[in-house]
């Protein structure tokens, strides 16, 4: 079955700076990929997502690329603010029955 | 956007009781709905997919004694907790694509079950 791996686990920045979230996937099957951001006791929140016929994608300060080839995907935030601080999952998703599978989370935290 | 609801938001039990959790899509039909449990501090693990008008599909490792899975309608999936432990406190997050043809979920808001 379909495996997500996820890196950093927790990843500190300054406020203005950049952070940078990596995950691999196992399955060449899948064909989206979700972002989400979750805070405590919360349902996660999509923040981005792309598909697998496209290698890029933007909104305002985040954005997301793919690599089929190497089966590697990672979320870009620019221009950090502190509220950006939260648990960040990525999870992939194919065809079969659009089951979605996690990553094990990256805990960002970004300082004033 | 699509929405999806849980009952209860959260609920203690005694060990040895069963607990319901009910997962509803509110304005939209869900031939299938995807049931997640989160440990503190943990990401979201696939338990099982819910299908309406057959059997659950579990995940390797999942009991599907324990978690019984009832797909009743197009628009209702439970979760029953059988025999609770306290090993089984957890946020279970239910989840449902709003169609056939995409893949984005839309989660449930979860349920807290603690188990004393």
């Known amino acids: 079955g379909e495996n997500v791996e996820q890196h950093p686990s927790t990843l500190s920045v300054q406020e203005g700076d950049s952070a940078v979230i990596k995950c691999t996937y196992s399955d060449s099957a899948s064909n989206y990929f979700p972002w989400y951001k979750q805070e405590l006791g919360k349902r996660p929140q999509l923040i981005i997502d792309?598909?697998?016929?496209?290698g890029e994608k933007k909104d305002q300060r985040i954005a997301v690329t793919l690599n089929k080839t190497a089966k590697h995907f990672s979320l870009h935030i620019t221009e950090t603010q502190p509220e950006d601080s939260a648990v960040y999952f990525c999870a992939a998703s194919g065809t079969g029955g659009f089951k979605t599978i996690f990553g094990a989370g990256t805990r960002l935290f970004v300082k004033a | 956007g699509a929405v999806v609801s849980q009952h209860p938001s959260w609920v203690i039990c005694k060990s040895g009781t069963s607990v319901k959790i009910e997962c509803r899509s509110l304005d939209f039909q869900a031939t299938t709905m995807f049931w997640y449990r989160q440990f503190p501090k943990q990401s979201l693990m696939l338990m099982a997919t819910?299908?309406?008008?057959?059997?659950?599909?579990?995940e390797q490792g999942v009991e599907k004694d324990k978690f019984l899975i009832n797909h009743a309608s197009l628009t209702l999936s439970t979760l029953t907790v059988t025999s609770a432990h306290p090993e089984d406190s957890s946020f279970y997050i239910c989840?449902?694509?709003?169609?056939?043809?995409?893949?984005?979920?839309?989660f449930g808001p979860g349920t807290r079950l603690t188990v004393l």
């Open positions: 989840s449902a694509p709003p169609g056939t043809k995409h893949n984005e979920q839309f």
């Open positions: 819910s299908n309406e008008g057959s059997k659950a599909t579990y």
């Open positions: 792309i598909r697998s016929n496209v």
